[in-house]
Structures are given as structure tokens and as C-alpha cells.
């Protein structure tokens, strides 16, 4: 095949993650992007449900159709309190990964403009005038390029940023009992055993007796699966499930670092998604981060007027960058410390300035009055230490 057979197109979308997803899906309702060719590449297929969101909103989003369940109140706990947080005016939203593929995947099918294919990409490489891609069967070209495929290299094969991951299992259970109350999420129990961690159960109830239950833990190294399945036995015990069934299972692992993946556009390439550091570094939290960083990219490809666009230009660093820095440094250095952390924060803390704060959408003054809530001296320290290496790095 020469270059002048080779399938070119406007945008290809390497990966059909999250953020490419709803990428394309805010390109068709803005109605500007009607006469671009776009293409999808990923050697998976968004067939199964394959994982959960969830999100905390004020008003109604575009997702509001496919949301599978709302709660107004959630529960923060550990060995020592529990705490009921009121969420309003937020309210809790779950969105099951299947509901969001076929979600999007049947309003792309209306648009001829838009290509699916289910093929692996094997190589990228950018030219002066376009975007070369290769795949296991085909080769293709466009003019920009948004790649979501992750490379955990670029993040773990240094030392300046410090990378821990926020890794799970989850079981999805029907209880004997009614232990659950599907009015009130679960946000974080911190009343499981730290074991030198940072660990906590996270529940989703949809029933009296149905649930999704994950254990989570935000640290560096994953455990072996059968320690999460015993940890999330033993919890349903402690609840008093009584005998139960498990429906359903998932698993994941989502890095949490700082590490500037934007320093890794170029001209004509856009890493967008977990690989380009659109996950919430501090919560692991993907899908509202998602939202709203695909909705400024979409504005940003419609300022595109008399001169070429340089995806070089898209990211800008804010101060909440900053925060979570100072986080997962002290998670990095004693991640034992979570849940004394999470857990000053949340004891006293406003719940609608904490989701606030955590959404990025605080003034100054709003974050002062939530990082005072946290343990004073192991952020002070980190403060030097990311300052020092600031400097040291100028």
C-alpha cells in the first residue's frame, strides 16, 4: 500500500476510553465537527461491563439518562466515628461502564463521519504534515491525533513524582439480611485494618439486600486477589450479611501521580485520559475530571481559526495540582497516614465545600478553610520537600 492508498482522517482516537468517548460525544452535540472524518482504534470491543463510576453533580448532566441510581447522603467512617454527610445540593451518581459504551456507540452509529475499528495499534509516529498510525491489520494517517493509551512507563520509570495506584476489587453481592441502606453511599470506611496502608471499603447499595462493595486501598503495591476477596468476606460478615451471592465482579488499578503527562503532547498529538493526567491525582476520581477536561478540549479545537492548532497549548497547570502533590507525597512517604488524613477532613469539615474542594471549584479562601482541616505537620513537611525539589529542578 503507498501513502496515497493509505486511509487518512481529520482526528483519530487511539483507545475508546472514557475521555475519548465523551470527546466525540460533545464533538456531534456542538454540531461543529459534522464535517471532520474521525476515527477509533482499540483492540477492545466495549462489549462488557467492565467497571463503575461514579460522580457527585449539582444539577443534571448529559449522563443524567444512563444514570443507574442517586444518593443524597453518604457515610464516612473509622474505627473510632462515623459520620452521616449530607450531600446536598451534590447528589452521588453511579453510571455502570456498559450503560456508557452503548450509551455513546448508538449516537456515534447515527453519524457517517464517525469510524469504529476494532483493531490494536502498534505505532504512532508523527511527521511534520500528519499523524502516522499503524495497527496489527492497517495503517492509517490524520491531521491530530488523541491517544488514551496509558504507558505506565513514563510515570514509573522516574523519581521526581511520586506514583501510587488506587487499586480494588469489587463484588457486586445479594444479601440473606437487609444490611444496606440504599439511600446512603458508602464513601469511605476507614474501619478495616490499615496494615501500614491506606485502606478502606466503599459501598454502593442499590437495595436493602444488593450492593457493590470494594475494597480499596491507595498505595503502591497490589496485593494478591484473594486478600481483597477475604477483606471484603470479612466486612460483609461484620455487617451481618448472613449468606449472599455474588452477581457480579470487578477490579482495577488507576495510577495516582502528578506526573506531568502533558509534557508528552507534541504538535500534533494529544494524550487525553489517565495518560494524559486527566484522572484526580489525589482521589483516583476519572469520570468528572473527564467531563470537564473534555468540554475544554472541544473549546479548544473550536478556536481553531487561520493557524494550525498545537496540541503543546491544551493543558495548564492549576493550583489543585499543587494540592494533590502535597498529598501523595506524604501518602508516598507514609501511607499509613490516610486515614488520619481523610479522616480530619471529614470529621468536622463542611461535606458541600469538601466536594466542592475536590471538584476544583473552590476559591483560594474555600481552600484554606479545607486543607485547615487536615493534620497540620505532615503537610508542612511536604510543603519543604516539594518546594526544595522545585528549586533543586530549576
Not at 459534522?34 to 461514579?54: M, P
Not at 464517525?114 to 494517517?141: A, C, P, Q, S, W
Not at 481559526?305 to 497547570?317: A, D
Request: net charge neutral.
Amino acid at each position: 500500500m503507498n501513502s496515497s492508498q493509505i486511509p487518512h482522517f481529520d482526528y483519530i482516537f487511539t483507545g475508546t476510553g472514557l475521555a475519548s468517548l465523551m470527546t466525540v460525544y460533545k464533538m456531534i452535540l456542538s454540531g461543529k465537527f459534522a464535517d471532520k472524518s474521525i476515527l477509533f482504534l482499540d483492540k477492545d470491543a466495549k462489549k462488557t461491563n467492565d467497571r463503575t463510576w461514579c460522580f457527585w453533580e449539582k444539577e443534571e448532566s448529559a449522563w443524567n439518562s444512563i444514570v443507574s441510581k442517586k444518593w443524597d447522603s453518604a457515610l464516612f467512617a473509622n474505627a473510632d466515628f462515623n459520620r452521616d454527610l449530607a450531600l446536598k445540593p451534590y447528589q452521588y451518581n453511579q453510571i455502570h461502564g456498559l450503560d456508557f459504551y452503548n450509551f455513546v456507540f448508538d449516537e456515534i452509529s447515527k453519524h457517517q463521519n464517525i469510524t469504529f475499528l476494532n483493531e490494536k495499534v502498534t505505532d504512532i509516529n508523527e511527521l511534520e504534515t500528519h499523524v502516522f498510525v499503524g495497527t496489527e491489520e492497517n495503517r492509517y494517517t490524520c491531521h491530530y491525533l488523541f491517544n488514551s493509551i496509558y504507558t505506565k512507563a513514563f510515570a514509573e520509570r522516574q523519581n521526581k513524582y511520586p506514583v501510587l495506584q488506587q487499586h480494588f476489587v469489587g463484588w457486586f453481592v445479594k444479601t440473606e439480611n437487609e444490611v444496606f441502606n440504599p439511600e446512603q453511599v458508602t464513601f469511605m470506611d476507614f474501619s478495616v485494618e490499615q496494615r501500614g496502608n491506606t485502606r478502606f471499603m466503599y459501598v454502593l447499595p442499590i437495595s436493602k439486600t444488593e450492593a457493590l462493595v470494594e475494597y480499596t486501598l491507595f498505595s503502591e503495591k497490589l496485593l494478591k486477589k484473594e486478600e481483597y476477596e477475604n477483606e471484603i468476606e470479612s466486612y460483609l460478615t461484620k455487617l451481618g450479611a448472613g449468606n449472599y451471592e455474588i452477581l457480579e465482579k470487578e477490579e482495577g488499578s488507576i495510577p495516582m501521580t502528578c506526573y506531568p503527562f502533558w509534557e508528552k503532547n507534541t504538535k500534533r498529538v494529544l494524550n487525553i485520559g489517565t495518560a494524559g493526567g486527566w484522572t484526580k491525582a489525589s482521589t483516583g476520581y476519572t469520570f468528572k475530571n473527564s467531563d470537564k477536561k473534555s468540554s475544554e478540549l472541544i473549546q479548544f479545537l473550536q478556536n481553531d481559526t487561520s493557524t494550525p492548532l498545537s496540541m503543546t497549548l491544551f493543558h495548564k497547570k492549576s493550583r489543585f495540582w499543587f494540592y494533590d502533590l502535597l498529598l501523595l507525597d506524604i501518602l508516598h512517604r507514609n501511607n499509613e497516614l490516610g486515614s488520619s488524613i481523610f479522616s480530619s477532613l471529614f470529621k468536622t469539615g463542611n461535606p458541600k465545600l469538601i466536594f466542592k474542594f475536590l471538584d476544583e471549584d473552590t476559591t483560594f479562601f474555600e481552600d484554606v478553610k479545607v486543607i485547615l482541616k487536615c493534620p497540620k505537620i505532615p503537610f508542612i513537611k511536604a510543603l519543604f520537600r516539594v518546594i526544595f525539589l522545585s528549586n533543586k529542578s530549576n
